[in-house]
Every structure is written in C-alpha cells, then in structure tokens.
C-alpha cells in the first residue's frame, strides 16, 4: 500500500490549503478508515481527523468548524479541506489508512502558516 500525500504549501493565516491523499496497492479502500495527523517541530504526531467508510467525520478540537474531510472511494483519495488557516496549523501533514488490522501512513506534506 502506498499512500501520496499532495497539497501542502505556504499560506498566510486566515487563508486556505486542501490536501490530497491517494492510495494505490489497496484492494478494499471503501472499508477503510482514512485519517489525517499532523507533526509539528518539537512535537509528537497528533490526531487532525479521520473519515469511516461510511462517511462519518471525526476532528480534534482545534480544527473543528474549520477543516473538512471527504473521501472518493471510487479513485482511492481522501481530501482535507483547511480553511481560517492559524500558525499553530503549521506542521507536517500525513495520511493514515487503517484497514481491519493494518495501518499505513503515507509521506507528509508540509504546511506551513504565516503569521
């Protein structure tokens, strides 16, 4: 399984960024749970969000009501909307699939936010 994060860049805060996340080598990417974590400089990996196979959205606190993920199964992607963008946003984004008892992480994307 191979996972090809995309999208990253440098925005200036209150801006905007989507990220891409595409599998490939994955046979039941519909079961999968999708998820997004970020690392910053200095600080351990964190849990952003993930999307079930059904669709349903979970968000840490501090993305709530400002990034959206949505997945499309039939091209294996699952994307991360991020808008109203803070410096604190600025981090190494990954994708993680979780499927059954496997879990695979793809690359990193770097977003960085200007102050």
């Known amino acids: 399984v191979q996972l090809q994060a995309s999208g990253g860049g440098l925005v200036q805060a209150g801006g905007s960024l989507r990220l891409s996340c595409a599998a490939s080598?994955?046979?039941?990417?519909?079961?999968?749970?999708i998820g997004w974590y970020r690392q910053a400089p200095g600080k351990q990996r964190e849990f952003v969000t993930d999307?079930?196979?059904?669709?349903?959205?979970n968000y840490a606190e501090s993305v709530k009501g400002r990034f959206s993920a949505s997945r499309d199964n039939a091209k294996k992607t699952v994307s991360l909307q991020m808008n109203s963008l803070k410096p604190e946003d600025t981090a190494v984004y990954y994708c993680?699939?979780?499927?059954?008892?496997?879990?695979?992480w793809g690359q990193g994307t770097q977003v960085t936010v200007s102050s």
């Open positions: 080598g994955i046979t039941f990417f519909s079961r999968a749970i």
């Open positions: 993680n699939v979780r499927l059954y008892r496997d879990t695979y």
């Open positions: 999307i079930s196979p059904g669709r349903i959205t």
